[in-house]
């Protein structure tokens, strides 16, 4: 389970162009395995005009053995890693998902929350379903549109707007073998759609496709694209046409390789103190101790207007939430409130137009929290969001923000995120504290030495004078693990517990 902050979402992939689809996607899929999966599959418009599906329960492998023995041609292709919510695991519940006549293939990510009305109502429209997801319930909707004399597009449109619930949907019809239609509605994940140079590509998370191309377009809630090999139109549901921009990432493709390490994680430890660095950068003067945060967007008479911080986020993310409010307290005398993302909406928080809402996410999608800034944004806060993803919905819905910079986590147990959020919150402190006058210039001075000093005390802790594994091999058969802290260690020893639970179950 990823309890990194980010919720537990599926694996989408896409791919339209000149090259063969089936090779592309499936690659992207297994740049995905870190989320977690119990079925995978691919359909592709082949080149006899004909959607062919291959699917399975477990994992990649058994879809590639499937693939070896029963190959899928075409230069279109949707892929699908899932999560069982509505079925259970197996080859029949196991996105893609086909109308009756196999005209259309749709893979999705997010709960139906109405497909018992829906399906029951094309159940009575002559529809017969295969499997017991929600999933396929969209799939009969399109096909029942496309029936009334509605086209492709038309009949997306139609179906989209009767599901209830956030989904992100991918879809392909051999009528229109040129094109994949892709829509977000709410926040059951990211919609990211690459460009690429006479062909495109589409991705629940960029490291699936950052070795085709670094422009990505994010879709936002409500909005629906139409992609083919040269490019893609954006609309709302209403079909109104909407105009998107291009971002340039500027994650290096190896960034999302192993290289020489075992496995993500151990390789994203190692990579703290050069991602501490990039943190840093030049957001602070190491002389005086002035922090600079453009993107936090906050003029010194707005930081003196707040009165309190919520800070809201899950898993790991709200570890270093309580972390940060002993920092912020303390440095800027503000009082923070600490909730985790899932609750907050839940209750009737006190939240004014001087309320600062800080989110921490490293995707910048985590459902819940991106919920939470929802209901914050109505009750007249200030959004400001910490996340890793560049372009992701946290950052984009928020009135300023600060990026991590650790280039991409991809291992399931958060490390890097971590500490650098903790430094983010540190720069925040510090901002806050100097606009408001609460902190000394010699505090300044030696808060910025300290942080100066972070990046080489990382590289000494990971350096090869400690002997993990030893350390490991006298401890790995004990039951019980008992973490103690005080103060602000307290929040760390919550995370330690918790990363030697996500790693050891």
Not at 7 to 21: E, K, L, S, T, W
Not at 81 to 109: C, F, V
Not at 136 to 148: G, K, P, S
Not at 397 to 404: A, K, R
Request: proline letters at 3%; one cysteine or more.
């Amino acid at each position: 389970m990823r309890t990194t902050g980010d919720n537990i979402m599926c694996g989408i992939v896409g791919y339209v162009g000149p090259q063969p689809a089936t090779t592309i996607v499936f690659n992207g899929l297994k740049r995905l395995e870190y989320r977690g999966y119990d079925s995978a599959g691919i359909a592709a418009v082949q080149d006899n005009g004909e959607i062919a599906v291959r699917r399975d329960k477990g994992k990649l492998i058994n879809l590639q053995t499937l693939l070896q023995q029963s190959p899928i041609n075409g230069h279109i292709a949707i892929g699908h890693t899932r999560w069982a919510t509505h079925g259970e695991p197996s080859q029949r519940n196991a996105h893609p998902h086909t109308d009756e006549s196999s005209t259309i293939a749709l893979i999705q990510n997010g709960i139906v929350e109405n497909y018992r009305l829906l399906k029951k109502e094309l159940e009575a429209k002559d529809h017969h379903f295969q499997s017991e997801t929600d999933t396929e319930v969209i799939v009969h909707l399109i096909d029942e549109y496309l029936r009334a004399g509605n086209d492709f597009a038309a009949a997306c449109r139609l179906a989209f707007k009767r599901l209830k619930g956030s989904h992100a949907i991918v879809v392909l019809n051999k009528l229109e073998p040129d094109k994949m239609i892709a829509a977000r509605l709410g926040n059951a994940g990211g919609v990211t759609i690459g460009v690429g140079e006479g062909k495109m590509f589409l991705a629940s998370d960029m490291p699936a496709i950052l070795e085709h191309t670094r422009r990505m377009i994010f879709l936002e809630d409500g909005e629906m694209a139409i992609i083919t090999a040269e490019g893609a139109v954006f609309s709302a549901l209403d079909g109104k046409t909407v105009e998107k921009h291009i971002t340039e990432i500027a994650w290096d493709p190896v960034s999302a390789e192993k290289g020489e390490y075992r496995h993500f994680m151990q390789k994203e430890i190692a990579e703290q103190a050069r991602s501490l660095t990039d943190t840093i950068g030049e957001r602070i003067d190491f002389e005086t101790g002035e922090v600079h945060l453009a993107e936090l967007n906050l003029s010194v008479e707005d930081a003196k207007k707040i009165n309190r911080i919520a800070s809201v986020a899950c898993g790991t993310s709200a570890y270093a939430c309580l972390v940060g409010k002993f920092m912020i307290e303390d440095l800027a005398r503000i009082p923070v409130e600490v909730d985790y993302a899932s609750e907050f909406r839940y209750r009737n928080p006190v939240i004014d137009r001087n309320t600062l809402f800080l989110a921490i996410s490293q995707s910048g999608e985590t459902a819940d929290t991106l919920a939470a800034m929802d209901e914050a944004k109505k009750r007249g806060a200030r959004l400001t969001s910490i996340v890793n993803v560049v372009g992701s919905m946290a950052q984009r819905i928020s009135d300023g923000y600060i990026l991590m910079r650790t280039g991409p986590e991809i291992g399931v147990a958060s490390t890097k995120a971590f500490t650098a959020s903790l430094v983010d919150q540190l720069l925040l402190a510090m901002t806050l504290g100097q606009a408001r006058g609460t902190l000394s210039p010699e505090s300044n001075r030696e808060l910025a030495q300290a942080i100066m000093a972070l990046p080489a005390q990382a590289g000494r802790i990971l350096g090869n004078g400690n002997d993990y594994e030893k350390i490991a091999n006298i401890f790995h058969e004990r039951e019980h693990f008992l973490y103690l802290g005080r103060g602000i260690n307290y929040p760390i020893a919550l995370e330690g517990a918790l990363k030697l639970k996500e790693i050891s179950y």
